[in-house]
């Protein structure tokens, strides 16, 4: 589960980690990211912009479902984009007596036409600070970054580069030549 308490975590402002994307009809999307606060925190934000070039003005959107900084936006098929991993705190509560920066596999898929985020399937392992493009619909290019375990944790693949396919009926990631994970 996910979690994160700051305060912050609603209201837009100075961020860090966050990401962007084009939408189809010109404006821009502006996701998620990291917010420091008071105590030193870096929190994970749900809350989303869209910026109109032409009127100059930002405006709030749907938020996501879940707080993330420091993941990837990227493009899959017909004006929707997915948004995949990332970073978020996790605030102290017994018995744990310190918060945690957690990774995360959680995908989720934005809708330009109606403006809203939906939980898509997992990817096959946590990860954050990684690159991503998607060259075709349903096809996902993954290079690098970090796994689960965080700093110490980088991909056990020398330089990791995989490509992840999305099966939408089954809602899982694949890596091609491999099987999927039984249900």
């Given at each position: 589960?996910m979690?994160?308490?700051?305060p912050y975590n609603t209201?837009?402002?100075?961020r860090?980690?966050?990401?962007?994307?084009?939408l189809?009809d010109?404006r821009?999307?502006i996701a998620?990211g990291?917010?420091r606060?008071?105590?030193?925190?870096?929190?994970?934000?749900?809350f989303?912009?869209v910026y109109d070039?032409v009127t100059n003005?930002?405006s709030?959107?749907?938020?996501?479902?879940?707080?993330?900084?420091?993941?990837?936006l990227?493009?899959?098929?017909?004006?929707k984009f997915?948004?995949m991993?990332?970073?978020?705190?996790?605030a102290?509560s017994?018995?744990m007596?310190?918060?945690?920066?957690?990774s995360?596999?959680d995908?989720?898929?934005?809708?330009a036409?109606?403006?809203?985020?939906?939980?898509?399937?997992?990817?096959?392992?946590?990860?954050?600070?990684?690159?991503?493009?998607s060259?075709?619909?349903?096809r996902?290019l993954?290079f690098?970054?970090y796994d689960?375990?965080g700093m110490?944790g980088?991909f056990?693949d020398?330089?990791?580069?995989?490509?992840f396919?999305?099966?939408a009926?089954r809602?899982?990631?694949k890596?091609?030549?491999?099987?999927f994970?039984?249900v």
């Amino acid at each position: 589960d996910m979690l994160s308490l700051g305060p912050y975590n609603t209201t837009p402002g100075l961020r860090y980690g966050h990401r962007i994307a084009f939408l189809p009809d010109g404006r821009v999307l502006i996701a998620g990211g990291m917010w420091r606060g008071p105590e030193l925190v870096d929190y994970g934000m749900t809350f989303c912009e869209v910026y109109d070039p032409v009127t100059n003005m930002m405006s709030m959107t749907g938020g996501m479902n879940a707080p993330r900084g420091r993941f990837e936006l990227v493009p899959i098929w017909g004006g929707k984009f997915a948004a995949m991993g990332g970073l978020y705190y996790q605030a102290p509560s017994p018995p744990m007596t310190a918060g945690l920066y957690i990774s995360t596999a959680d995908v989720e898929i934005f809708d330009a036409a109606t403006m809203t985020w939906s939980p898509a399937a997992d990817l096959p392992r946590p990860m954050y600070d990684y690159a991503a493009t998607s060259p075709d619909p349903n096809r996902v290019l993954i290079f690098d970054g970090y796994d689960g375990f965080g700093m110490s944790g980088k991909f056990h693949d020398a330089f990791f580069i995989k490509w992840f396919n999305h099966d939408a009926d089954r809602q899982k990631w694949k890596i091609p030549g491999q099987p999927f994970d039984p249900v």
